[in-house]
């Protein structure tokens, strides 16, 4: 029922800008916090940008000044606005549904995940 589609992945220059979208339904997007998590080649996922179901934001360091997380309640999608990019951003990205309006240990659900690739 629970359903993460990201888009807006694709090919970024090294200072350049992608904005990803996260499209949810099934679910009452409003009242979840929501994350964007990442997985770079050969290595684990890891966390990048938390937002609680009242706007509340909070940045890994190795994105924070670069990266912004946000909300639009009334169309049920989750951006990640990525300026500042770096090779290192090269990486699967994926949205991910929390259990409650903040921050929580894990997320119950998360998207087929959108490829970002960062290289001049």
């Known amino acids: 029922e629970v359903q993460l589609v990201e888009s807006g992945g694709g090919l970024g220059q090294p200072g350049g800008s992608l904005r990803l979208s996260c499209a949810a339904s099934?679910?009452?997007?409003?009242?979840?916090?929501m994350t964007w998590d990442r997985q770079a080649p050969g290595k684990g996922l890891e966390w990048v940008s938390h937002?609680?179901?009242?706007?509340?934001?909070t940045y890994a360091d190795s994105v924070k000044g670069r990266f912004t997380i946000s909300r639009d309640n009334a169309k049920n999608t989750l951006y990640l606005q990525m300026n500042s990019l770096k090779p290192e951003d090269t990486a699967t990205y994926y949205c991910a549904k929390y259990p409650r309006c903040f921050l929580d240990e894990s997320y119950d659900y998360w998207g087929q995940g959108t490829q970002v690739t960062v290289s001049s």
């Open positions: 937002i609680t179901c009242d706007g509340h934001t």
């Open positions: 099934g679910f009452t997007f409003s009242r979840y916090a």
